[in-house]
């Protein structure tokens, strides 16, 4: 509350805080809280109106149906398991590589001007565009390596590499967290450095490790621009059978339905396609979460 | 790192040499990413400035790889991701301050608890889902207000979905900066009398200039390179700024660096055509602007990191 009293004006405005009423702070109070709820009320709508035109297109039919032209005939069970194969992939290239490095840049890197290049370079390729790592795959698994256009394996890669640096950031930051006093406990038997990390570090940083991968995995299954720079196809109406078969991914599928001009498509199929694709989405986030909340009461 | 290292030489035994090395080998597949992305991207554009000139691509002011007359001037799409960049921006710097003010200093630890999670969601949602919601149903509610009149795809419900997605990116960052201001600074202009406006606008904002900064120019990295929603939403419309007519320019449909990569992409373009080429020259430019940007963010950043901590 400013001094209300005339002379102290001057001083209090020469202090650098103009008067300000009660009214105005209240009312600013409630702007910032506004503020944060508006992107959160806008999503929730939305979300609220696709679930409601989902009703009557989600069903067993549609799951277990290959695309179609015919909206009422149309499924999504091709990018359904395409987008869960790309995901197992993705995890088992992202995984080893991401903890790999994660290790190295906790246990073994010292202090150096290549850690710092490694860091920065690390925290700069989270930042690139997904488009351009489909360019990256486009040019490299397909064109370079010649693994074939929209390929699963080509997919895999592309995106791996797009969550990679997610991965080893996580991870870095649940190895960061086990204590120090451990390492030196360790060494202290008579450990070795890889017996310190293999038997005390990483069972340790496990759940921290998996809960990041995870959600990277979460952000993965989601990605569309990569899928179309490698030239993935816009229908597949065959589950995916080998690392060389043409992929489709829910994504991916998405994006093609909404070009369709027709009602049912806009507002029926593409519904369903967009509230399957949460689903999984938010089944992902939650083991990881529960992974998370089951490791914290332990400790 | 610890005071006293304990640890066995990592060098002594042939297992110990073996995991140093894999390891280390993980860490320098970051490197050869970066080195690829590079590389790829170079090799190609190089290609397409063989054929059409650097000065044709970076000042041309048509864009039409496909239909003939062919042109690869990048202007228009420049131009076109400038727009989406500018919208997005008016919407998500200032709600997503606002929001950084909100949790920083007004909101308790509880409420902290469950927003901070609610908001990671926005960015978490695919960007596919988000170009669908602006087509379907922001454009035609938009298009519902007496006196607007919107094109199917147009820039306005493209730039606000990615405003909406970037929010996390602006209050999370901003966030961090303002908890860093020491509490001595808040403390001291409660003793001058001054209210929670005043030191949040005055005191708190000021002092954590530099977070908020970074925080702006990632999230506005993160609208440029942003691909799905405009792609979707926007259109496939190449077209230069007019800046005589402001308004119609968010009310008709423009294309992105981004969404032109995407048409490209799906129109089967034959290997080895310009239009192909032509790809990795818009990829790098976009590549180039999101890069640099992100380096200024992390080096004004690492300034205000300097400073409180």
Partial sequence: MAAETGTNDQSVEDSGFGRVSRTKDVAFRWLTLAAALVGILSLAVLLAYVAVDAIGWLDWQFLTNPPHPNPFEA?????????????????????????????????????????????????????????????LGLGLFVSLIGLGFGTLIVAAFTVALLILPIVIISAQEAIRAVPDSQRQ?????????????????????????????????????????PLIMIG???????????????????????????????????????????????????????????????????? | ???????????????????????????????????????????????FFAAVSPIDFLFGTRWSPTNEPVAFGVLPLITGTLTITFGAAAIA???????????????????????????????????????????????????????????????????????????????????????????????????????KFTVSTSVVVPAALSGIFSSFILALSRAIGETMIVAIA???????????????LFLESVQTMTAAMVQIGTNDVVGQSVAYKSLFAVGLTLFVITFVMNLVSEFIASRYREVYQ
């Fill in chain 2, 1 to 47: 790192m610890s005071a006293m290292d304990l640890s066995h030489d990592g060098n002594r035994t042939a297992r110990g040499v073996f995991f140093k090395y894999l390891f280390t080998l993980c860490a320098l597949v970051s490197i050869l990413t970066t080195v690829a992305i590079v590389l790829t991207l170079l090799l190609d554009a190089v290609d």
């Fill in chain 2, 234 to 248: 926007a259109g496939q419309t190449p077209k230069l700024i007019d800046l005589t007519d402001p308004a119609a």
């Fill in chain 2, 93 to 195: 710097l200032p709600i997503g301050l606002l929001t950084a003010i909100y949790l920083s200093e007004y909101a308790s630890s509880r409420r902290r608890a469950y927003l901070k999670p609610a908001l990671e969601v926005l960015a978490g949602v695919p960007t596919v889902v988000y170009g669908y919601f602006a087509l379907v149903y922001v454009t035609p509610a938009l298009d519902a207000i007496p006196f607007v009149e919107l094109s199917t795809f147009n820039a306005l419900s493209a730039s606000i979905m990615v405003g909406i997605m970037i929010i996390p990116m602006v209050s999370s960052i901003s966030e961090d900066a303002m908890s860093a201001v020491p509490d001595s600074l808040r403390q001291a202009s409660y003793g001058l009398g001054a209210t």
């Fill in chain 1, 185 to 225: 406990a360790s060494y202290g038997m008579g450990a070795t450095k890889w017996q310190t990390i293999r038997n005390v570090v990483l069972p340790r940083a496990m759940p921290g490790i998996l809960t990041g991968t995870i959600l990277a995995l979460g952000r993965a299954i989601g990605e569309t621009a």
């Fill in chain 1, 75 to 135: 499924g999504i069970l091709p990018a359904l398991v395409g987008s869960i194969a790309l995901m197992l992939l993705i995890a088992l290239v992202t995984f080893p590589l991401g903890v790999g490095a994660a290790i190295y840049l906790e246990e073994y890197a010292s202090d150096g001007p290549l850690t710092t290049f490694i860091q920065i370079n690390i925290a700069n390729l989270a930042g690139v565009p997904s488009v351009v790592y489909g360019l």
């Fill in chain 1, 232 to 299: 993935a196809p816009t229908t597949v109406f065959g589950v995916p059978n080998s690392l060389l078969s043409k992929v489709s991914a829910m994504p991916m599928q998405i994006y093609t339905w909404a070009q369709y001009p027709e009602a049912e498509f806009q507002y029926g199929v593409v519904a369903a396609g967009v509230v399957t694709l949460l689903v999984v989405l938010l089944s992902i986030n939650s083991v990881a979460i529960l992974i998370r909340n089951h490791y914290q009461h332990d400790q």
